[in-house]
C-alpha cells in the first residue's frame, strides 16, 4: 500500500520569506501523480500544484514549485514571497497512475503552515 | 462555472442514527469520490462513483453506502451511526478523461453525540 508522510505537523513564515514543506512517499510503482493541497480554516481543499512521475522537470506555479527526488522518493513544496493569505494547513496527496485507481487520492498528515506580518 | 456543492454544511446526529450527505460536482465533471476526514487529520478514501456505480473502495465498512445519479450528483450514507463517525465529509470531482485533477467540495461537518 502506499502511504505518505509530513513530518512537520507545524511550520511557520515571516512575510515575503520562503519555506520549505517537506513530504516523502512510498510506492512501487513507476505511474503515479503528487499533489500539494491546501486547506485553509474555511475547510475547501484547493489544489496548489502537480507532479507527473514521468516529468523530470519540477512543477511551478506562480510563487509555488516543487522539489521532486523521485529516487529518494521525496515532493517537497516551496512557497517564496510568503502572503498572509497562505496561511492554511498543507496536504500532500499521492494518486497511483491509470489502471483502476482512478481518483483515490492518499493523503499525508499535514503541516499547519503560519505565516507572521 | 459552478464549483463542486455539498450539503448540508453541519449535521449533528445521536448515536444508531443514519445520515445522508450530498454532492453536486463541477460542471462537466462525471465522477465523485467521497473522503472522511477526522479532526486535525488527512482525508481518508471512502469511495468513488461514476458511471451511477461504485468503482473503488477504501477500508470503510458497509454502514457507508452511496449513490450517483444520472445528473452526476452523488450521495453519501451512513448507518448506525458513531462517535468516531464525526468528521469532516469531503466531496471531490472529476472529468474521467482528466483524472489526475479533483476539485473539492466545502465538505460537510457530521457532529455524532
Known amino acids: 500500500a502506499q502511504t505518505v508522510t509530513q513530518s512537520q505537523p507545524e511550520m511557520s513564515v515571516q512575510e515575503a520569506e520562503t519555506v520549505t514543506l517537506s513530504c516523502t512517499y512510498d510506492t512501487s510503482e513507476s505511474d503515479y501523480y503528487l499533489f500539494w493541497y491546501k486547506q485553509p480554516p474555511s475547510r475547501q481543499m484547493i489544489l496548489v500544484i502537480r507532479?507527473?512521475?514521468?516529468?523530470?522537470q519540477n512543477a511551478t506555479e506562480n510563487r509555488f514549485s516543487v522539489n521532486f527526488q523521485k529516487a529518494a522518493k521525496s515532493f517537497s513544496l516551496k512557497i517564496s514571497d510568503s502572503q498572509l493569505g497562505d496561511a492554511a494547513m498543507y496536504f500532500c496527496a499521492y494518486r497511483r497512475g491509470g489502471g483502476t485507481s482512478y481518483g483515490k487520492l492518499t493523503f499525508g498528515q499535514g503541516t499547519i503552515l503560519t505565516v507572521h506580518p | 462555472d459552478a464549483g463542486v456543492t455539498q450539503s448540508p454544511t453541519h449535521l449533528i446526529k445521536t448515536r444508531g442514527q443514519q445520515v445522508t450527505l450530498r454532492c453536486s460536482p463541477k460542471s462537466g465533471h462525471d465522477t465523485v469520490s467521497w473522503y472522511q476526514q477526522a479532526l486535525g487529520q488527512g482525508p481518508q478514501f471512502i469511495f468513488q462513483?461514476?458511471?451511477?456505480?461504485?468503482?473503488q473502495r477504501g477500508n470503510f465498512p458497509d454502514r457507508f453506502s452511496g449513490h450517483q445519479f444520472p445528473n452526476y450528483s452523488s450521495e453519501l450514507n451512513v448507518n448506525a451511526l458513531l462517535l468516531g463517525d464525526s468528521a469532516l465529509y469531503l466531496c471531490?470531482?472529476?472529468?474521467?478523461?482528466?483524472?489526475?485533477?479533483?476539485?473539492f467540495g466545502p465538505g460537510t461537518r457530521l457532529t455524532v453525540l
Open positions: 507532479q507527473e512521475a514521468y516529468k523530470q
Open positions: 471531490a470531482s472529476s472529468l474521467r478523461g482528466q483524472i489526475n485533477t479533483q476539485y
Open positions: 462513483y461514476y458511471e451511477e456505480e461504485e468503482r
